[in-house]
Structures are given as C-alpha cells and as structure tokens.
C-alpha cells in the first residue's frame, strides 16, 4: 500500500517535497518507484523513477533541473522533492511502484499506485 503526501498550494518559484509511505512487503528490494502526476483534462505524465537501490533515476525533461526523486529503504519512503514549480506543475501527483522490469516511463508497468496528492501552484 502506498500512502503519498505533501502536497498543497504554493506560489510559483516556491518548493514543495513529496513523500510517498509504502507499507507491507519487502520495499527496499523488491520495487522501481515512480512518481506521475495527472493535471485535469489531460493524460497521466511521468515525472520521475528511481531504482530499488536509489543509485540510478531518471527524470522528465519538463522537471529535470527543478525536482530530484530519492528514496531511504529504511523509512520505506521515497521522496520528490520540487523547486522552482511553475503553474504548469500543478496536478495531482501520484507513486508507483513496480516490480518487475519495463518501460518505467509508462504507467502500465506499475503495478501498485498510492492515491495521489494535489499540488497547486499558483501566480
């Protein structure tokens, strides 16, 4: 199960740091973590993934330079953590979790999702 917090409303040029609580099942190990996010009317976006150690992420070409993903296995926690959010951030951001090999940059490779928190950026 996935529990993602840590979103709000803030201004432009502000930060924000999502957290995304994983519980039951062996995290650290077992799964690729993915952060999407969705903004009304349009399609589910991928923003970021980070691998089951955390030694390798890759991030959107739309968040890269502004948000960085990590994750401590031993809090069972992965994090994303944004800078300098501009208007078109705002969306409902969701965690993932995938356990076995694809297209992280998809959102059919993941097999369990948390439920999604709302990230408004305003002006």
């Known amino acids: 199960q996935l529990q993602a917090s840590g979103g709000g409303l803030v201004q432009a040029g502000g930060s924000l740091r999502l957290s995304c609580a994983a519980s039951?099942?062996?995290?650290?190990?077992?799964?690729?973590m993915g952060w999407f996010r969705q903004a009304p009317g349009k399609e589910r976006e991928f923003i970021a993934y980070?691998?089951?150690?955390?030694?390798?992420?890759s991030l959107a070409d739309s968040v890269k330079g502004r948000f960085t993903v990590s994750r401590d296995n031993a809090k069972n926690t992965v994090y994303l953590q944004m800078n300098s959010l501009k208007r078109e951030d705002t969306a409902v951001y969701y965690c993932?979790?995938?356990?076995?090999?694809?297209?992280?940059?998809?959102?059919?490779?993941?097999?369990?999702w948390g439920q999604g928190t709302l990230v408004t950026v305003s002006s």
């Open positions: 993932a979790a995938a356990a076995y090999w694809g297209d992280y940059g998809r959102p059919h490779t993941y097999n369990y």
């Open positions: 039951g099942g062996t995290f650290s190990s077992s799964y690729v």
């Open positions: 980070i691998s089951r150690s955390g030694g390798s992420t």
